[in-house]
Nanobody, 115 residues
Framework: QVQLVESGGGLVQPGGSLRLSCAAS????????MGWYRHAPGKPRELVAV???????TYADSVKGRFTISRDNANNTVNLQMNSLKPEDPANYFC?????????WGQGTQVTVSS
């Protein structure tokens, strides 16, 4: 049973940057899909970015060109670099692992964008 722990959330001004990290308790080489979802009050949970073990990436249209997902196999972590943050980006961001016996979610890390 894999465990995921997110970190890196916080408060940033519009146009600023944050880097989220997700540490897995097992080798991420053995995890087919890892990514990030976000959930804000009053809005449905949405996919932000996902990266497959082979390197294929998928991004939500709203974050393309601003966010970058990456896998660090040596440290068993998945990162999300968020640049040019907008007022509509605040949410609880959850790390996700798929392709295992069951889907696994982290506890979430809060991102707030405010001037």
């Amino acid at each position: 049973q894999v465990q995921l722990v997110e970190s890196g959330g916080g408060l940033v001004q519009p146009g600023g940057s944050l880097r989220l990290s997700c540490a897995a308790s097992i080798s991420i080489v053995d995890i087919y899909a890892m990514g990030w979802y976000r959930h804000a009050p009053g809005k449905p949970r949405e996919l932000v970015a996902v990266m497959l073990s082979g390197g294929t990436t998928t991004y939500a249209d709203s974050v393309k060109g601003r966010f970058t997902i990456s896998r660090d196999n040596a440290n068993n972590t998945v990162n999300l670099q968020m640049n040019s943050l907008k007022p509509e980006d605040p949410a609880n961001y959850f790390c996700y692992a798929g392709g295992l016996r069951s889907d696994v979610w982290g506890q979430g890390t809060q991102v707030t964008v405010s001037s």
